[in-house]
């Protein structure tokens, strides 16, 4: 993997004051986004891949985090992310030892109006927003949609190019677009 083993990294997130743990590994420059009064917490020994020699799945951008408004986004600790964007405008949650996989995009808004005129005027001020929560160690496949107001259990895994809105339980195998359960782990 391309490693950025450089300071400029971690000192361009402490000056845009990203709080992030412990053993942070970069692969590539990620696009980081916050707002004056959002937060943006990366745990413990995460891993943020954003060029393409970090992911060789192969990924169509950088990472992107963006916490707008007052936004949060959280990373728990051993979290790997690669070419996703995270767009934060109430509050995204990735739990412990989860992986994202290449090219996915989690929103918790619409990012505009489903109002016609609403719209066509460019207001921003009634956009509907839940936030998202993905438990612990959950395995996301590449090029998924993760909706606003989905919540996804522990050691959840989720097919390739799933577009997921919901409430999933722990434990099971979620696909498909509408994504729904197809396995529960059994015991």
């Known amino acids: 993997m391309a490693r950025i083993n450089s300071v400029l990294p971690r ?3 402490k000056c845009d ?4 743990g412990k053993n942070l590994v970069l692969g590539g420059w990620p696009m980081i986004f916050r707002f004056p009064q959002a937060k943006i917490t990366i745990g413990d020994n995460c891993k943020i891949n954003s060029n393409f020699f970090s992911n060789l799945i192969g ?3 950088r990472t992107i985090l963006v ?3 007052t936004g949060e986004i959280v990373l ?3 979290v790997g992310i690669s070419g996703t964007t995270i767009y934060a405008r109430e509050r995204i949650e990735i739990g412990d030892y989860s992986i ?4 996915c995009k989690i929103f918790d808004n619409d990012f505009h109006s489903l109002d016609t005129e609403e719209r066509k005027n460019d207001v921003f001020d009634n956009l509907v927003t839940r936030p998202v929560t993905i438990g612990k160690n959950v395995f996301v496949g590449c090029n998924t949609i993760i909706l606003k107001g989905t919540v996804i259990g522990d ?3 989720i097919g390739a190019g799933s577009v997921v809105h919901g409430v999933f339980e722990a434990g099971c195998t979620i696909a498909g677009n509408p994504a729904r359960i197809i396995k529960r782990r059994e015991g």
């Not at 004051?17 to 992030?20: D, N, T």
């Not at 994202?100 to 090219?103: D, L, V």
């Open 59 to 61: 990924l169509y951008q």
């Open 17 to 20: 004051r990203v709080r992030y």
């Open 67 to 69: 916490a707008r408004g």
């Open 76 to 78: 728990g600790n051993h």
């Open 11 to 13: 000192l361009w997130l």
């Open 155 to 157: 050691d959840c895994v």
């Open 100 to 103: 994202i996989g290449a090219n």
